[in-house]
C-alpha cells in the first residue's frame, strides 16, 4: 500500500514538472518595450533602467530631482544597443497627487507608446523605535512606498488590461517579509505592497498582466548610505548577519523575474528561504516553484527560528548594555 501511495505520488510530481511550462506566462520581450521607472534617478532604479536599456528597451525615468535625472539619463544612454533608443526624463513627485502621475505617464505613452513595463522604485526609509520616530514619518512612508506605487500602477493599468499584456514591479524589501527592530514604519509600508500586489495579480492575471514584487536585501545605494546615519544599533547588527549587495545584482534578478513574469522576486539564499517562509496563499508562476516551497517550509521554518533566536540575543545584549552605561553615567 506505501509503494502504491509513493508511485502515485511520484507519478503526479512528474507530471506536475511535465505541466509547469505550459501554464507558466510568456516572457516579455524588451527590445523595444516601453519600461517606466519611478525612483529612476538613482539607486536599484537607475540600476534597473540600464539594465533594460542594455536589452533595447526604451526608458522613461521618473523622479523628483531634475538633475539627477539629467545625470541618470547621461549614464544609462552610455549603453544603448542602437541608435534608435530614448531615455525620456519626468520630474514629479508619484506620491502626491494621482492627477499628476496620471499626466506624466500620458505623456510619457505619447512619445513612447504604451507602457509595457512599469517599475515602482520610488521609495524612502525612516529607522528608529516606535516611541522615538515622529508620528509624521509613518505617514510620509505610506506616501511614497505604498501610494507612490498605487499612483502609477493606477494610470497604466486599464492600457495593460486593454491590450492584454503587461508587468508591474513593486519594489518592496526584506523588510516586507520580516518586521525588524526599528523598522515599525518602514515594514509596515513595505508589507503593504504585497497585500496590492496579490489582489491586483488575481484582477489581472486573466487579462495577460503580471505583477512581480521584489524583496531585495541591504543594497549598496544613496539611500542606504543616508539610513544609516540615524540607524539605531540593533538594527545594524541586525542587518550585518546577511551581506551588502550591490545594485546591479539586484536589478538584473528583478529584471528577469518580472519579464518572466514570476510574483516573487528574490535575492540570494536569505531571499530564497525568506520567500518560501512567507509565501502563504501568494500566487505562484509555475507549478515547480509551488513544490519547492512545499518541500523546503519545514526545514527552512528551522533555520529561520535560529535566526530569531539571534536577533532577539542581539536585541537584549543591546538593552544590558545601554542599562549598564545609564548606571555609570548615573555614578559618575
Same mark, same amino acid.
Given at each position: 500500500m506505501l509503494l502504491l501511495a509513493a508511485a502515485f505520488i511520484v507519478a503526479f510530481v512528474?507530471?506536475? %514538472?511535465?505541466?509547469?511550462?505550459?501554464?507558466?506566462?510568456?516572457?516579455?520581450a524588451l527590445p523595444g518595450a516601453h519600461v517606466v521607472v519611478t525612483g529612476g534617478s538613482s539607486g536599484i532604479?537607475?540600476? *534597473?533602467?540600464?539594465? =533594460? %536599456?542594455?536589452?533595447?528597451a526604451f526608458i522613461t525615468l521618473v523622479a523628483r530631482d531634475e538633475n539627477k535625472l539629467l545625470q541618470a539619463k547621461k549614464e544609462i544612454e552610455k549603453h544603448s544597443i542602437n541608435d534608435k533608443?530614448?531615455?525620456? =526624463?519626468?520630474?514629479?513627485?508619484?506620491?502626491?497627487? %494621482?492627477?499628476q502621475v496620471e499626466n506624466v505617464? #500620458?505623456?510619457?505613452?505619447? #512619445?513612447?507608446?504604451?507602457?509595457?513595463?512599469?517599475?515602482? =522604485?520610488?521609495?524612502?526609509?525612516?529607522?528608529?523605535? &516606535?516611541?522615538?520616530?515622529?508620528?509624521?514619518? &509613518? $505617514? @510620509?512612508?505610506m506616501n511614497i512606498?505604498?501610494?507612490?506605487?498605487? %499612483?502609477?500602477? /493606477?494610470?497604466? *493599468?486599464?492600457?495593460?488590461? $486593454?491590450? /492584454?499584456?503587461?508587468r508591474i514591479v513593486f519594489v518592496s524589501s526584506q523588510a516586507g517579509q520580516l518586521g525588524l527592530y526599528g523598522y515599525t514604519a518602514y515594514s509596515a509600508?513595505? &508589507?503593504?505592497?504585497?497585500?496590492l500586489?496579490?489582489?491586483?495579480?488575481?484582477?489581472?492575471?486573466?487579462?495577460?498582466v503580471y505583477i512581480t514584487i521584489a524583496y531585495p536585501p541591504d543594497t549598496d545605494t544613496p539611500g542606504y548610505a543616508e539610513e544609516n546615519k540615524t540607524k539605531p544599533l540593533e538594527t545594524q547588527l541586525i542587518s550585518e548577519s546577511s551581506s551588502l549587495c550591490k545594485p546591479e545584482q539586484v536589478a538584473k534578478q528583478i529584471v528577469k523575474d518580472a519579464t518572466q513574469g514570476n510574483f516573487n522576486s528574490s535575492i540570494g539564499s536569505d531571499g530564497y528561504m525568506l520567500s518560501s517562509l512567507t509565501c502563504g496563499m501568494s500566487p505562484v508562476t509555475s507549478i515547480t516553484e509551488g513544490l519547492q516551497q512545499i518541500v523546503t517550509m519545514g526545514l527552512f521554518r528551522t533555520i529561520a527560528l535560529f535566526y530569531l533566536g539571534s536577533f532577539d540575543?542581539?536585541? @537584549?545584549? =543591546?538593552?544590558?548594555? @545601554?542599562t549598564k552605561t545609564k548606571m555609570v553615567d548615573k555614578t559618575a
Open positions: 512528474l507530471l506536475l %514538472y511535465m505541466v509547469s511550462p505550459l501554464i507558466s506566462p510568456k516572457p516579455l532604479g537607475k540600476s *534597473i533602467a540600464i539594465e =533594460c %536599456y542594455k536589452q533595447g533608443q530614448v531615455v525620456l =526624463c519626468i520630474s514629479v513627485d508619484v506620491s502626491q497627487d %494621482y492627477g505617464i #500620458k505623456q510619457a505613452q505619447e #512619445k513612447l507608446g504604451p507602457v509595457d513595463m512599469l517599475v515602482n =522604485c520610488a521609495g524612502s526609509s525612516v529607522s528608529g523605535k &516606535f516611541e522615538d520616530l515622529e508620528i509624521n514619518y &509613518f $505617514e @510620509r512612508l512606498n505604498y501610494l507612490g506605487s498605487v %499612483y502609477p500602477s /493606477r494610470a497604466v *493599468i486599464t492600457t495593460m488590461k $486593454e491590450r /492584454r499584456m503587461g509600508s513595505k &508589507f503593504a505592497l504585497r497585500g500586489a496579490e489582489a491586483l495579480q488575481m484582477e489581472v492575471k486573466p487579462y495577460n540575543g542581539i536585541i @537584549r545584549r =543591546c538593552m544590558i548594555q @545601554r
